[in-house]
């Protein structure tokens, strides 16, 4: 429902990238060439957070 929830706002106004927490679910979606969503997931079982490295967003995965 967050993507969802994304689109009906990418229609609102343009943005470039959409990032949630809270879903435990990690996912990037891109809902065109210029918007993306971004779900960091969660610290308990996927490890996983966001980076931006000259301007491009990543979900990467904390690895020990």
């Known amino acids: 429902y967050l993507v969802v929830y994304g689109r ?3 229609q609102k106004e ?4 959409m990032i949630m927490g809270h879903r435990h679910q990690p996912l990037m979606f891109q809902f065109n060439e ?6 960091l997931g969660d610290w308990i079982h996927s490890f996983t957070y ?3 490295q000259e301007g491009i967003l990543s979900l990467k995965q ?3």
Request: charged share 30%; net charge negative; hydrophobic share 30%.
């Open 50 to 52: 966001a980076e931006m």
């Open 62 to 64: 904390w690895e020990n």
């Open 14 to 17: 343009p943005f470039d990238y």
């Open 8 to 10: 009906e706002e990418l």
């Open 34 to 39: 210029k918007a993306t969503y971004c779900n």
